[in-house]
């Protein structure tokens, strides 16, 4: 087994995908994960997760969900030759949360078997398309991602019980209104019927995040999404997203992309990729 070695992440704005074939040798370890999912899917060999309690082998046709802020220790499994995966770290839409209830193997490693029939082509799809020429590459990929996740919610035995705190739906679409006004955690509790560190404590426990970080987090996708689809001024997209200061609003929005925002404009010229990813030490 190949020692740990702490892996960079990327920040992720909406989604990130990769399809790796990798040998004996490759390790991930995060020991306080990240802030998004991540969903990774095993088409040949097999890989190995650790967690707290001791690890899990998936194996062809098995599907590993981490949620944020889970330790990721993942690797080719020590007696396989190698292992093919699909991955995608994502920020889910708000009505998304309930299909990520899946049969926990440890706190936030989440296991689903069987494979559903048609989910592997959605992943390709995903991935096919977030690497595609479309000048909206990125919604096409997110649309197929949700088809894929509800093709997994079909074989998921949890599905007819899983429920989400109705209080967290209504937090969300509190943010979400909100962008570019103040927002204080006292008016999201009033807004919901919550005090705020009850409202804290539930949010970051359904969702696997603060309310500060998922409200932020949702200003930097309005923010990527103005900046892709208009040509407001930076200045006018810092204060659509709740920023006084264009300055302070781009250091922000550099500490999520790695990107300065026109920087980011200027990197949405469509690009031809076509071949499999190679290891970048973002999956």
């Known amino acids: 087994m190949a020692?740990?070695?702490?892996?960079?992440?990327?920040?992720?704005?909406?989604?990130?995908?990769?399809?790796?074939?990798e040998t004996s040798g490759y390790r991930v370890h995060r020991p306080d994960g990240?802030?998004?999912?991540?969903?990774?899917?095993?088409?040949?060999?097999?890989?190995?997760?650790?967690?707290?309690?001791?690890?899990?082998?998936?194996?062809p046709g098995d599907w590993v969900l981490i949620r944020?802020?889970?330790?990721?220790?993942?690797?080719?499994?020590?007696?396989?030759?190698?292992w093919e995966l699909l991955w995608v770290h994502f920020h889910p839409r708000a009505h998304w949360l309930e299909w990520l209830d899946w049969p926990a193997i440890a706190p936030g490693l989440m296991l689903l078997r069987p494979d559903p029939p048609k989910a592997a082509e959605r992943f390709h799809e995903v991935h096919r398309l977030m690497h595609g020429d479309l000048r909206q590459r990125e919604a096409f990929a997110m649309h197929a991602l949700e088809g894929l996740l509800l093709e997994c919610d079909l074989m998921n035995?949890?599905?007819a019980t899983s429920h989400y705190d109705a209080r967290v739906r209504r937090a969300m679409d509190y943010l979400d209104g909100n962008?570019?006004?103040?927002?204080?955690?006292?008016?999201?509790?009033?807004?919901v019927g919550l005090s705020s560190s009850r409202l804290a404590h539930l949010f970051t426990a359904e969702?696997?995040?603060?309310?500060?970080?998922?409200?932020?987090?949702?200003?930097?996708?309005?923010?990527?999404?103005?900046?892709?689809?208009?040509?407001?001024?930076?200045?006018q997209i810092a204060e659509t997203v709740g920023f006084d200061s264009q300055f302070y609003f781009s250091q922000r929005f550099k500490r999520w992309t790695r990107q300065s925002p026109l920087a980011f404009r200027q990197s949405l010229r469509p690009v031809h990729r076509d071949r499999v990813d190679t290891p970048s030490g973002r999956g």
Do not use: C, N
């Not at 095993?42 to 194996?59: D, K, P, Y």
């Not at 993942?74 to 396989?80: D, F, I, K, L, Q």
């Open 3 to 21: 020692q740990p070695h702490e892996f960079s992440h990327t920040p992720v704005i909406r989604l990130l995908t990769g399809h790796y074939r």
């Open 179 to 191: 962008l570019a006004s103040k927002v204080l955690l006292d008016d999201v509790a009033a807004a």
């Open 34 to 59: 990240v802030g998004d999912w991540l969903l990774i899917l095993t088409i040949t060999g097999a890989g190995r997760f650790g967690h707290v309690g001791g690890e899990l082998i998936s194996g």
């Open 68 to 82: 944020p802020g889970t330790l990721h220790d993942y690797a080719v499994a020590p007696a396989a030759a190698g």
């Open 207 to 235: 969702t696997g995040q603060s309310v500060q970080r998922y409200l932020e987090m949702r200003r930097m996708q309005r923010a990527s999404e103005l900046l892709a689809r208009t040509g407001f001024s930076v200045l």
């Open 157 to 159: 035995p949890l599905a």
